[in-house]
């Protein structure tokens, strides 16, 4: 069964400090993942896109891993600030086509305290 | 910023009620998308269109009814609403790709609340 697990669940730090955001997968084929932003009473914005040949990328002060033989991706967050508070979705891409379809996980909650 | 807007924000209403959630964008996306999120749930794919006149019911199983009349416009349809039915609803659409690396643009959705 394709599935996408998200951890942790939520996840609390202070200002300035660091923090990593895990997602597992089971999708197959994989052909794209892609970590979202959702604040809270927004819709999701997207923060990066990992393809099968990318290990790591950057935006900002935030950086995506992938891993594609143990089908692992993670999100650190660099020197958190206030506006990082949100939640933060894990989306994968199960074939290189229109006809992929998207598997979403539940996301980790992340509130950052001043 | 994505243009894309949802209307209205906030809506709640009494069972049986007919209701219509609106969606437009102004990108000129051909695809477009309504999913249903519930706290700490995973957003549920429940209709989609990839052009005028096209719809398709998607993964999670909904008594909704949408229609594309123009490119612009998807509004989702609910003859008689229920409780079961209190939920986010989110609209979105997508650039074209045939590479199947497409980057979804929400709208910031309408929290229905049925009572």
């Known amino acids: 069964k394709n599935q996408v697990e998200q951890s942790p669940q939520s996840l609390i730090i202070l200002e300035g400090k660091n923090c990593t955001l895990q997602?597992?997968?089971?999708?197959?084929?994989?052909?794209?993942l892609r970590w979202y932003k959702q604040d809270t009473g927004r819709g999701p914005v997207s923060l990066t896109i990992m393809t099968f040949s990318e290990n790591t990328k950057s935006n900002g002060r935030y950086t995506a891993t992938l891993d594609a033989d143990t089908k692992q991706s993670s999100l650190h967050i660099t020197a958190s600030q206030l506006s990082d508070s949100a939640s933060y979705i894990c989306v994968v891409s199960d074939r290189g086509s229109t006809l992929g379809r998207l598997y979403f996980g539940r996301g980790t909650q992340l509130t950052v305290w001043p | 910023e994505a243009d894309i807007y949802q209307t209205p924000r906030y809506l709640v209403i009494g069972t049986g009620k007919k209701i219509t959630l609106e969606c437009s964008q102004t990108m000129g996306h051909d695809k477009m998308y309504w999913y249903q999120q519930d706290p700490g749930m995973e957003l549920h794919l429940i209709h989609y269109?990839?052009?005028?006149?096209?719809?398709e019911k998607g993964d999670l199983s909904s008594e909704s009814t949408v229609s594309r009349i123009r490119t612009e416009h998807f509004p989702l349809t609910l003859e008689s609403a229920r409780p079961s039915h209190t939920s986010q609803y989110l609209c979105?659409?997508?650039?074209?790709?045939?590479?199947?690396?497409?980057?979804?643009?929400f709208g910031s959705g309408t929290q229905l609340s049925v009572l």
């Open positions: 979105a659409s997508s650039e074209p790709s045939g590479t199947g690396n497409e980057k979804l643009f």
């Open positions: 269109s990839y052009g005028v006149n096209s719809t």
């Open positions: 997602c597992n997968y089971t999708v197959s084929p994989f052909s794209n």
